[in-house]
């Protein structure tokens, strides 16, 4: 075991620096880690469940929302899911995407071969201003990423007043 093993560097383990694979050397260590993986996911589960349902990435998928004269536009970040693990409703004032990322677990002895992806539910609602049109509402899934178009009532886009800065 290295000092390094005692150091807290959070659960996450994105500071820790790199370590050798000491479970060949000592079963301890890779007891240490089954366990502490245990936890971790446990851990994990709780908070996604406190926070509604934010496990993919724990905060949410990451989100940017513009905003044009003609549109507001969203794009989440949703890398492993497909089109089919992605809802979308609206309703006057407000657009809420929902998604899950299932489990796959893979597991072959023979040729020593293991892949365990992150998952997990998560849903974001975005507050929408009055004047958007939902009929001409567009979705797109690209590269695993999704982008939301709501364009602007023709009304909306009139009202639009820009509201100059002067110098105190």
């Known amino acids: 075991m290295h000092i390094s093993d005692l150091i807290p560097w959070g659960r996450d383990k994105k500071q820790a620096p790199p370590q050798e694979d000491n479970r060949a050397v000592n079963p301890m260590v890779s007891l240490q880690r089954d366990i502490n993986h245990v936890f971790d996911d446990f851990w994990r589960k709780v908070e996604s469940d406190w926070n509604g349902g934010d496990a993919v990435g724990m905060s949410g998928p990451s ?37 899950e990322k299932k489990v796959e677990h893979e597991e072959e002895r023979k040729g020593i071969y293991m892949s365990e ?52």
């Open 63 to 99: 989100t940017d929302i513009t905003e044009t004269e003609k549109s507001i536009d969203v794009s989440i970040e949703l890398p492993g899911m497909t089109e089919k693990d992605i809802d979308i409703s609206l309703s006057s004032n407000a657009m809420t995407i929902r998604g």
């Open 117 to 168: 992806r992150s998952y997990g539910s998560f849903y974001r609602t975005v507050p929408l201003p009055a004047g958007v049109d939902p009929d001409k509402a567009d979705a797109k899934f690209k590269n695993g990423v999704l982008t939301v178009s709501l364009p602007k009532t023709a009304e909306a886009q009139a009202n639009i007043k820009r509201i100059p800065v002067k110098a105190a």
